[in-house]
């Protein structure tokens, strides 16, 4: 009976012991984004837009990088049935997740993890319009991404709610013909996923002494 119970304990913390790993990988905060130093992402959306004191739509698309899902660019068009339609150039910065993830803070839910960390801004340059006197405007955005589906590691589909403000002034020796103040407020449909670059297990040659 002895031998029995402890055999029985034996193979019990064996089994805790093999849990470990995967309990640890869910827990870490990380949610598998680490697997792959650059994430990828494509969206397309639209949203509402005020210009020149009138509203109407505007369809976009976005592409975005970014190295450790914390710092990248991204490449977006607004196409607009009224007003100037544009090109922008921005940088992405989401800096909470590393600030998280350093000092080891989370929900303890992946979901809300991975929204607060989604929260960021973005600051480049608009290239409008697009039909004629086309000139580069400051573009200021922010959002955040609300989860949809979670695929294996940390790709997966989520909805990007954000806003974003372009201007130039009509002095502006590179700003499009005339002035240009508006907002465009929305969502888009994000999928996304990694890749390694192999970066971070780059080193460069070290010298050898020659064989004697």
Known sequence: MGQDGGVRRTLLALSMLSALPATAAAQDGAYGRLDGDLTLEASVGGGATHEAEAWSGAALVEARMRYLDVAGLMLGGEWRPEGASRVVLMADVRPLFLA????????????????????????????????????????????????????????????????????????????????????????????????????????PRRYELPDR
């Open 100 to 203: 998280r993830f350093l000092t080891n803070a989370s929900f303890g839910d992946r979901f809300w993890d991975v929204l607060v960390d989604s929260i960021g801004v973005d600051l480049g340059v608009a290239f409008a319009p697009l039909d004629q006197g086309i000139g580069a405007a400051l573009a200021v955005g922010f959002g955040l991404d609300v989860p949809l589906v979670f695929f294996d590691g940390y790709a997966g589909m989520s909805l990007r709610l954000f806003g974003r403000h372009v201007a130039a002034l009509a002095s502006d020796r590179f700003g499009p013909d005339g002035a240009l103040n508006d907002w465009v407020a929305g969502g888009l449909l994000v999928f996304r996923g990694q890749v390694s670059t192999g970066i971070p297990g780059w080193a």
